[in-house]
């Protein structure tokens, strides 16, 4: 069982814990839609199965426009919706727990209830008072930097959230809650490593969904490399990206069932078209891909690299061009650090002048030596 040692040490093991409970629950939905949906579904004639083909469960799809616009809806939802949900919990729990708790009192008149009483029948403010503010708060951080490439408008709508929830917070924090004691910290504890791991991984994670997710790279590689006209335009693009599947080669399971008889399957239609990079029926490497996917594969590696080291690159230079201290403040920094030392030397130096005058003051005062005493004799030519 773990028994932290200390109060910090229990407070940024929570904090790790219920994060991470927390990115589950809101960051999955968007990673699945992100980088999973649409990616493992095979082709047709070979669709890839969950548990294999005798469950029928295939691989969910994108739509034909892709999966980002549906990753944007995504995020919409689940950032707006938590952040509106929220306020609205924040301001409305503790007032109507507070409107219960004091239904009594309310019979009574504002004699017999005084305000200190008052005061007191509101919510405890506790020790982990502001952990529910910080996870908030680290948790729309997440969604405006983690996907921000396919929303951007996001850090705006995060922005307009602040400043209702600055005013939802004062109202809450003076009106709903006891006083809290204030208490000095060092820093904001594990907090400051999650922003930090998470403004790391919003690089990775906007790379790959810039080359992955949408279809940015496909077009940039058919217009250089594939355009026939030699023009730098998107003319033929669709075309390009779609590949024939004869329709006569369904195997038996992916053909309609007895009995339905949709437009497309007949002796009219031969073929179909579906989104992908593959040879067709007939090639030497029929449903193979293409020399054409692995040029594009290669080409989003090369952007994820590319884009993650010139990224690090610029964040690593404006961290050394922006000091975490300002100038001033390093300058009186030094300056009291220099005001001590000098107070330590001339404590030292009083001090030892101090001993230095006690020591001589006790050698003049110390007792004499005694000498045996001559008596006085009269000379011998007086007695005469």
Request: one cysteine or more.
């Amino acid at each position: 069982m773990e028994i932290p040692k200390t109060h910090l040490e229990y407070e940024n093991k929570l904090t790790v814990k219920m994060f991470l409970f927390q990115f589950v629950n809101y960051y999955s939905s968007c990673f699945y839609v992100a980088f999973f949906k649409g990616k493992f579904v095979g082709y047709p004639g070979n669709y890839a199965y969950f548990f294999g083909s005798w469950t029928k469960l295939r691989n969910e799809e994108c739509d034909p426009g892709g999966c980002l616009i549906e990753l944007t809806t995504q995020l919409v939802i689940v950032m707006t919706g938590k952040q509106v949900w929220g306020n609205i919990q924040e301001a409305l729990v503790p007032w109507l727990m507070n409107w219960w708790g004091s239904r009594k009192a309310r019979c009574h008149p504002e004699s017999l209830y005084s305000r200190w009483e008052q005061d007191h029948d509101l919510q405890p403010f506790g020790q982990l008072g502001l952990f529910d503010e910080y996870l908030e708060m680290v948790i729309q951080f997440g969604f405006i930097t983690l996907f921000v490439a396919s929303f951007p408008l996001a850090p705006l709508l995060a922005l307009f959230n602040n400043i209702i929830e600055v005013r939802v917070d004062a109202w809450k924090l003076t009106t709903q809650f006891r006083r809290p004691v204030a208490a000095k910290a060092h820093c904001i504890g594990a907090w400051e490593e999650i922003l930090n791991g998470m403004a790391v991984l919003s690089v990775v994670t906007n790379a790959f969904i810039v080359a992955f997710t949408s279809d940015m790279i496909p077009r940039l590689v058919y217009m250089y490399a594939y355009q026939p006209d030699g023009e730098m335009n998107m003319k033929g693009y669709i075309n390009n990206s779609l590949s024939v599947f004869n329709i006569t080669e369904f195997p038996v399971e992916s053909r309609p069932e007895d009995g339905e008889s949709p437009s497309w399957f007949n002796s009219s239609i031969t073929t179909c078209r579906y989104r992908d990079y593959r040879y067709p029926s007939g090639h030497e490497k029929q449903y193979s891909h293409t020399m054409q996917f692995w040029h594009i594969l290669a080409a989003k590696l090369a952007f994820i690299i590319i884009m993650e080291h010139v990224v690090f690159m610029v964040k690593f230079v404006v961290a050394r061009l922006i000091s975490d201290v300002p100038s001033e403040v390093r300058a009186r920094v030094k300056r009291e650090r220099y005001l001590v030392q000098e107070y330590l030397h001339n404590y030292e130096v009083e001090k030892l002048k101090e001993q230095l005058e006690k020591r001589e003051d006790d050698d003049c005062t110390c007792s004499p030596m005694i000498y045996p005493t001559i008596p006085n004799h009269e000379p011998l030519s007086d007695r005469l």
